[in-house]
C-alpha cells in the first residue's frame, strides 16, 4: 500500500509542470501546498529514495512557488533531481519531460539562467558533481516557447552541455565564453572543464 508520500508523488508527475506552474488561473501548486500544509509531505518525496527525480524537482518548484525556502540537507537529492530534469528537457531524450528551454534560460549572451535554472544554482556547491556529468551531454532540440524566445533560443543551438557550463561558470566564478561555431564552443567547454578540475 503506498505512502501518503508516495501517492503524492505520484500526483505531481500526473499534473507535472505545466499544470502546476504554467496555468495561470488554473495552477495546481496552490492546491498541492495547501498553505504549506503539505510541506512535510514534500519533504519526505525530495528526501525519499523511492521518488522519481521528477517528482523530487517538482516537489522543490512548490517550495520556490510558496516562496518557502528549502531546507540545506535537501541540496544534494535535488542537485540530482535538477540535472536529471534539465537533461531530459532535451527532445532527442528518452522519455523526455515536458519542459521548455524558457524555464532553463537563454544563458550565455542574455545572462539569463531562467526561472528554473536560479533554483537550480541555488543549491550551490552540491549542483557541482551532477553538473559536471551534464558536461558530456551534448544532445540538443531544447526548444523555446514565444516568438522572439524561440527565435533566440533556436538560434544559439544549445545543448544540454551548454547549459550545464553556463551555470556551472556562475557558481564556480570560473568564466567561460561562449561562442557560436560549436566547434570552438566544445573546445571552449573542454578548458573550461580542465579548469573545474584544478579548483
Do not use: C
Not at 516537489?59 to 544534494?76: G, Q, R, V
Not at 537529492?77 to 537563454?106: D, E, I, Q, V
Amino acid at each position: 500500500m503506498d505512502t501518503p508520500s508516495q501517492i503524492l508523488a505520484q500526483q505531481l508527475e500526473f499534473l507535472g509542470y505545466h499544470k502546476l506552474f504554467l496555468a495561470g488561473s488554473q495552477e495546481k501548486a496552490p492546491e498541492v501546498w495547501q498553505k504549506g500544509a503539505n510541506k512535510a509531505l514534500l519533504l519526505e518525496v525530495i528526501n525519499s529514495p523511492s521518488s522519481t527525480p521528477y517528482s523530487k524537482f517538482l516537489a522543490a518548484e512548490i517550495f520556490h512557488y510558496s516562496n518557502e525556502a528549502l531546507p540545506e540537507a535537501t541540496h544534494k537529492p535535488l542537485a540530482r533531481a535538477y540535472a536529471y530534469t534539465l537533461a531530459h528537457t532535451s527532445t532527442r531524450k528518452k522519455n523526455s519531460l515536458p519542459l521548455n528551454g524558457n524555464a532553463w534560460g537563454l544563458l550565455y549572451e542574455e545572462d539569463d539562467p531562467g526561472q528554473v535554472g536560479k533554483h537550480f544554482m541555488s543549491l550551490g556547491k552540491a549542483t557541482i558533481p551532477s553538473l559536471v556529468e551534464l558536461l558530456e551531454d551534448s544532445d540538443g532540440e531544447v526548444l523555446y516557447e514565444g516568438s522572439e524566445e524561440a527565435l533566440l533560443g533556436s538560434g544559439y543551438q544549445y545543448r544540454i552541455k551548454d547549459f550545464a557550463a553556463f551555470y556551472l561558470s556562475k557558481i564556480t566564478g570560473i568564466p567561460i565564453t561562449f561562442y557560436q561555431n560549436i566547434k570552438k564552443r566544445d573546445a571552449e567547454i573542454e578548458r573550461f572543464k580542465r579548469a573545474i578540475g584544478k579548483k
